[in-house]
């Protein structure tokens, strides 16, 4: 079983040195398309959530408090849930009204 493992990985006195490179590029492009890609776009995504936030909005955070937000200094965020006023840090806001993060 190995013996015919390592015959499909590695090029064989007949394969082309240049038909190894292209799987291993095809490879690269899967896992860019498959991971990498998805993942920024998210990041970005969430990003500009965050931007468009401002006072007023229903917010909920990681840790499942639900609020509407009160003031906002630049990586701080005060927020108001029932009688208690929170302050979190805008990364740790996962959703803003009915737009949820990507990361949530």
Do not use: C, Y
């Not at 776009?41 to 639900?66: M, P, Y």
Request: net charge positive.
């Amino acid at each position: 079983m190995n013996s015919l493992l390592l015959s499909l990985m590695a090029p064989s006195s007949g394969t082309p040195s240049w038909f190894f490179l292209l799987q291993i590029g095809l490879m690269i492009g899967i896992f860019w398309f498959l991971l990498i890609r998805p993942q920024s776009q998210a990041r970005k995504r969430h990003a500009a959530i965050l931007a468009a936030l401002k006072r007023g909005d229903d917010i909920t955070t990681a840790g499942g408090i639900v609020g509407k937000v009160k003031d906002i200094k630049d990586d701080r965020i005060t927020i108001e849930s029932g009688t208690a006023t929170f302050v979190v840090e805008r990364g740790r806001i996962v959703r803003v009204g009915e737009a949820v993060s990507p990361q949530a």
